[in-house]
Nanobody, 121 residues
């Protein structure tokens, strides 16, 4: 099994910064894609940022030029540096990883428990 543990959420004023981290542990052969999603009450889950195994990145239009995703393969971790935060960034942020847990087996998705980010105006 694989566990993803997020940290770094909290309360920040508009214009401020936060850094989210997610560390994967367990039976890991390799991690393909690592993704940050967010979801608020009554809202659809939204892909915020994605980073592939080769470092390629994709961002939601709403966070481009403000958020930066990075990964530390040695630590099986992914980070999300968030700057110029806006009240509309308030959500629960979830880490998601596509993980190979056994050689020659297809990778599977795993989720973290989520971390709350609140941006006050």
């Amino acid at each position: 099994q694989v566990q993803l543990v997020e940290s770094g959420g909290g309360l920040v004023q508009a214009g401020g910064s936060l850094r989210l981290s997610c560390a994967a542990s367990g039976s890991i052969v390799s991690i393909e894609t690592m993704i940050w999603y967010r979801q608020g009450i009554g809202k659809q889950r939204e892909l915020v940022a994605l980073i592939g195994s080769g470092g390629e990145t994709i961002y939601a239009d709403s966070v481009k030029d403000r958020f930066t995703i990075s990964r530390d393969n040695a630590k099986n971790a992914v980070n999300l540096q968030m700057q110029s935060l806006k009240p509309e960034d308030t959500d629960v942020y979830y880490c998601n990883a596509l993980v190979v847990t056994r050689p020659h087996y297809a990778p599977e998705y795993y989720w973290g428990q989520g971390t709350q980010v609140t941006v006050s105006s």
